[in-house]
Nanobody, 115 residues
Framework: QVQLVESGGGLVQAGGSLRLSCAAS????????MAWYRQAPGKQRELVAR???????NYSDSVKGRFTISRDNAKNMVFLQMNSLKPEDTGVYYC?????????WGQGTQVTVSS
């Protein structure tokens, strides 16, 4: 079983930065891709960024050039550096991981960007 715990969310002004962290624990020997999703009230959960074990990262068009996803395999962690934040980035951000053939989700962390 795998557990994912996010941290680093908060309230920031437009133009500011935040770094989200996600720590994985449990049976993670077969961890593959990791990703960040977000969800705003009344909207579908959407992919923000994804980082595979092999291959290039990919980003939502709305965050390209502003967000950077990275991972530390030794620490079993994935990060999301968010710069030049906009009010439309507001939402609950969720960590996601593919472990073997199963998808796991964290509880989410709130990010609020004020004007």
């Amino acid at each position: 079983q795998v557990q994912l715990v996010e941290s680093g969310g908060g309230l920031v002004q437009a133009g500011g930065s935040l770094r989200l962290s996600c720590a994985a624990s449990g049976t993670i020997f077969t961890m593959k891709a990791m990703a960040w999703y977000r969800q705003a009230p009344g909207k579908q959960r959407e992919l923000v960024a994804r980082i595979p074990t092999i291959g290039s990262t990919n980003y939502s068009d709305s965050v390209k050039g502003r967000f950077t996803i990275s991972r530390d395999n030794a620490k079993n962690m994935v990060f999301l550096q968010m710069n030049s934040l906009k009010p439309e980035d507001t939402g609950v951000y969720y960590c996601n991981a593919l472990v073997g053939t199963y998808l796991y989700w964290g509880q989410g962390t709130q990010v609020t960007v004020s004007s």
